[in-house]
């Protein structure tokens, strides 16, 4: 079945290390990926989306990587700080349809350890 | 700045009572959505909007409505609360016409008794 889903439900990382949290999703019509972060008690927050005519792109210290081939996404975060600790979630449209509606993976916990 | 909100942020409600969450954007945006999010669920569709008068069902809308009379407004209305229906519950707009981007809200955490 249709399914975006995370490997990891978390990662725990050295503070100032690199992180990187990977999606995997299996319709090959999708064709906008959004990262989101969560952090607690709040509403998710827009990291960085990318678009399927696009393998790579960068933001302020978060990249991400999109595989079609593989049918695989990741967000990678250089120089990893305490404040990045949250849940984050990846996120797909079927943009086909143009019907706005967004598929969200589990989400992934990311520890940053001091 | 241009925001989204919702209120009340917590709510605690009986069995059976109505109870109506409240959804404010004011970036103009032409969609509208109701999430809920619940541990080893992740986010959950309820429903959602494309513009004034539209609504639609999303993968977790029975006990649940939204009407949409302008552009800044999407209530969610529990028709009879259940105690299944505790959870967070988010609410997003995205501009639409093929911008997917989902801006969220900070969340309504509802519990009922």
């Known amino acids: 079945g249709e399914n975006v889903g995370l490997h990891l439900p978390t990662l725990s990382v050295q503070e100032g290390d690199n992180s990187i949290i990977n999606c995997a999703y299996s319709n090959s019509a999708s064709d906008y990926f959004i990262w989101y972060k969560q952090e607690s008690g709040k509403g998710p927050q827009f990291i960085i989306d990318?678009?399927?005519?696009?393998d790579k792109r960068q933001g302020q210290r978060v990249t991400v990587l999109l595989n079609k081939t593989v049918k695989h996404l990741s967000l990678q975060i250089a120089a990893t700080q305490p404040g990045d600790s949250a849940v984050y979630f990846c996120a797909e449209s079927r943009g086909s349809s143009n019907t706005g509606k967004l598929i969200f993976g589990q989400g992934t916990t990311l520890q940053v350890k001091p | 700045d241009a925001e989204i909100t919702q209120s009340p942020r917590h709510k605690i409600t009986e069995t059976g009572r109505q109870v109506t969450l409240a959804c404010h954007q004011t970036?103009?945006?032409?969609?509208m959505f109701w999430y809920r999010q619940d541990l080893g669920h992740g986010l959950r569709l309820i429903h959602y909007?494309?513009?004034?008068?539209?609504?639609n069902k999303g993968e977790v809308s029975d006990g649940y409505s939204v009407s949409r009379s302008n552009t800044e407004d999407l209530p969610l209305t529990l028709e009879s609360a259940a105690s299944s229906q505790t959870s967070v519950y988010f609410c997003?707009?995205?501009?639409?016409?093929?911008?997917?981007?989902?801006?969220f809200g900070p969340g309504t955490r509802l519990t009922v008794l």
């Open positions: 990318i678009r399927s005519n696009m």
């Open positions: 997003a707009s995205s501009r639409g016409f093929g911008t997917d981007t989902q801006y």
């Open positions: 909007s494309y513009g004034v008068q539209d609504t």
């Open positions: 970036w103009n945006h032409n969609n």
